[in-house]
Every structure is written in C-alpha cells, then in structure tokens.
C-alpha cells in the first residue's frame, strides 16, 4: 500500500483477522526502534572491588648509627650554632724530697674543640580535594605524609651520624679526622678479602684489631681494659655473614670463637661499613676510666613548625639538627679496611 489512508488499512487489517478497537484513528508508521546502548551485561568493576584497610609500607634500612656508639644525647639549644668540648690534660714531675726544696709542680693543660650544628628540613604539603579523594580510598593522607617527613628526616640524622656534614667541623662515625688510620688485613696464601679466607685467618684478623687497639693505647686497653671488657665490633650487613662460617676442625664458627675470647663484646652491623674503599671493620672500647667512647648530638631531633592554612590548602615544616658523631676518646678505635 503507498499512503494509504487509514480507513483503507483498517478495511486491509480486517480481512486479514486484524481488528483495532474504534477509539483506534490513526497509527504511526515510523522504523521499528533499536537499542541506543551497546550490549553490558556487567557492572562498574570498582563496585565488586574490595580494599584492604591494611597498608603496605615500603621498608627501608633500619637506622644504625646511634645503636651502634651507643649514646644519643642533646647538646645547647635551637638557636645555638655551636657546641664546644672541653679537654684536660694533667701534666708534672717529681724530685727527690728534701725539707727545703720546693722542686717538683703539676700542670693542668686545657683546650676545646668545637663542633658546628647543622640545621635540616622538609616540607609537608596537601590540598583539601586531594585529602577527601585519598579519604575515598581509605587512605590517612596527611597522617601518612607527617609520618614521612618524620621518617626522612631520621633517616638523614643515620647519614649525618656516620659521615657528618663537608665544610663544617661536623664529622661522622666513618670519617673523623681523628680516628686512626685503619690497618690492613693480614694476607694469607695471597688472599686479603675474607671471602677466600679461613675461619682462623680472619679470627686473626680480630685479633689484629685487638692488637693494633692495645698497641696505641699504652696500657689503657690491656691493662685497664681487658678482652672481657665492653668492645664493640662493627662491620657490614655483607661482611657479617663471614661471622656464621665454621671451622670443620674445631667445629666452631667465627662468631663463636669471638664470644668465648671477648665474652662482652657487641657485634653490630650497618651497610654504611661497605665503603667505596672496601670492607670496614672498626672496634672501639665503650668506656674506659668511666668516660665514655663518644656520643651522637643534636639540638633538636625533631621540630614540628606551625600549620600554616592556605585558600583550600595546608603546609607544614619539620626540622632537625645534628653535630653528627662526637668522638671524644678516638685513641680507643681500631680500624680495618679491606676485608
């Protein structure tokens, strides 16, 4: 039918058995509708997502600088650029006495040294849409950036620790000027490095470092200071697994040999020790005489500036100082370099 009217479809309609109601006057004639959608039988893959209110966090290498001199103490205030240590040195002769003679005296020397303070910072920032759209994810945004400007701060203070700060009398406990020059290790069938040496060979090597501490000490570590004093052993993560290797003759290993010949000696270990030089091993004596080795010093460890807020925005500073590593008695280390 070309444009039909609608009584001539109707009349069509009827003698095929097709019957519309009366109220029916006209019909549209448009294209059978399609879909406008493509085919999705799914849903949003972040609604059947769960996430695990547990947070991973990246692990990094345990700060050891000051567990290793064992002492972490603070010295002056904030504001002070400088602290000084004071030295004596006690000094005099004798005579033969005599009821007249006024021959004889003592001398009391003193000096001071000076170690200069270093002040360091980082920044903590965020916005206010970027705080709610981490909240969306369970994540304590700024909870998690205050804790790493705490983190990398301290992980700056382990550096400074054990190398100090370049132009400033500020040293670290690898690089004071006054620490003695190490020694080397003894060579063995050609073999220097402790990976081709025997157990015995590089318990010999200890024993050097006892040795050369003995040696310069003139009777303060060997007299005053014995092998069952408290020493401490410091040396790499990589070279402390020497410490595990046996000897099959004695059937012993070389950690327990150095118990049983300094049964107070503490092993500690730091990577700071795999030096661009080679393998560093250094023992000190804690203390001797009552005073102490040395100590790692700051003004302030950590200091939480004011919380500025901005438009739609917060930041906020954290600080910390250091006088890196305070050797006062560095006569009472022996090094090692090159195992």
Known sequence: MANPSFKDFAQVANAQGIYLQPSVVRLAMDADPQPSLPPN?????????????????????????????????????????GFMIQRIEETGDTVAYDDY????????????????????????????LE????????????AKKQRAAINVLDQDQNKFYFFGIEGLRNYGLLNDPALPTPIT????DGNVLWKNK?????????????????????????????MSSNLVLAMSNKLSVNLKSSNEIFATSLEDMLKKAFPNMRIETAPQYSTAAGELIQ???????????????????????????????????????????????????????GA
Do not use: C
């Open 41 to 81: 039988g799914g849903i949003p893959s972040i609604v059947s997502t769960f996430i695990d209110p547990t947070i991973v966090e990246t692990l990094f290498t345990p700060n050891r600088a000051a567990a290793i001199l064992g002492r972490e103490e603070r010295r002056g205030a904030w504001g002070q650029d």
């Open 198 to 226: 025997q157990v015995v060979d590089k318990y010999n090597d200890i024993l050097a470092l006892y040795e050369d501490l003995v040696t310069r000490t003139n009777g303060i570590v060997g007299d005053g200071v014995d």
């Open 101 to 128: 003679s006024e021959q004889g005296g003592v001398q009391v020397t003193p000096s001071w040294e000076t170690r200069d303070i270093y002040r360091y910072q980082t920044m903590v920032t965020y916005g206010e």
């Open 185 to 188: 290790p003894l060579t063995v």
């Open 283 to 337: 023992m000190f004596v804690e203390s001797a005489q009552g005073q102490e080795v040395g100590f790692m010093a700051y003004s302030d460890k950590l200091r939480a500036h004011q919380l500025t807020t901005e438009v739609s925005s917060y930041k906020q500073k954290y600080s910390g100082t250091t006088y890196g590593a305070v050797i006062t008695q560095p006569f009472l280390f022996a090094q090692m370099l």
């Open 131 to 142: 705080q709610e759209r981490y909240g969306l994810a369970m994540l304590p945004y700024a």
